[in-house]
């Protein structure tokens, strides 16, 4: 990485090699799955890497804020899917997206956010595009996939004048509490399972539209049953973490990103070393239950992150004294994060890097 010690630090370097690895073995799954990948933004939120995960389609995305659709849209990207549940205080902004682009779809999975898109027909004989929200154990967003009401609002929705039901929409993001390939490979089949029950049931009522599942864990190990769904919407992939390795969804080596620290204090009295990342540079996700503490330290595995707090981070061995030689101040230390998507929402900025050659730099986009 000697071409990026020339950055100011905290700073997030991507490997552009590993990040276009990642993207075209995920494309290359879903082609021979024969499912649509329509790939989550969330991640990086950036244009670049929405490119090579779109294979420079600028088609069929998932975001998770509205800056991002608009942002994405303003770029010439159209079939975006906003999965989050449609807030009733952005309804004109979402209008606004679905007058203009030739595809802007929505989510919603209660009653009364049917009844905000009724009070807001489109303009010009324009539909809504709603994907109905199914909880299939994630036990967050969603109305239960088993309940009589998940069925009767797919029915309104398909039975409302200027609303089209497009989709069935189940994120299983309860693989994030899997270890291995069978504990991920089953929570997959859950999911794919009910989400197929629920469109037989669909199917029943005279009704049809397409299904979408997926997180990361799931679409990097997938069910063979997956390939009857329509879609899937992982996102994390192209970046994935040091979560992403413990749960088995990846190598060490598939992740992508790093943070860049330089060392700014000694401190033998405590047996520690301070550096210039502290949460703002990397987060607090994972709350320090890795071994390690916040991060992974490339090259060190004696030492653990310990403790942050905004711009500093303290740094002990596992085991033994500190050797301060092998860290002088201003040196160097690569700190892969325990979660990329929170990390990288931490950097207005990327630094992107093939084999520690600086290329460029992509800038993310913020906000709701
Ligand atoms: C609604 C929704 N869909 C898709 C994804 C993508 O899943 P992953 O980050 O595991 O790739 C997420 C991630 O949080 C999500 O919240």
Redesign the pocket.
Known sequence: MEGLSALCTPALVVDLDKVKRNAQRMIERCQKMGVQLRP?M??HKTLECADIMTAGSRRCI?V?TLAEAFFYAEHGFDDILY??CLPFDKMERCAALSEKLDLFQVLLDHPDALDQLKKRPLKNGRLWHVWLKLDCGNG??GVLHSEPGALQLAQAIAGTEGVELTGV?A?C?N??TCKGLEQIQAVAQETTSFVLDFMEKLRAAGITCKSSI????S?SHPVKDMAKLDEV?????VFYDVQQSIIGSCCLDDVAVRVLSGVIGHCPHRNQLLIDCGWSGISLDGAGKLSTGYAVIEGHPNLKLLSMTQEHGRVEPISGLLDYSKYPLGSLLTLIPYHS?ATAMMHPVYHIHSDGHLLGKWTPTRGW
Not at 214 to 217: C, L, M, V
Not at 233 to 237: E, R
């Open positions: 989550h969330k991640t998932v998770s999965a989050y967050r967003a929409y994120h993001g693989t994030y997926g997180s990361t864990p679409c919407h992982p996102g994390n992939y998507c």
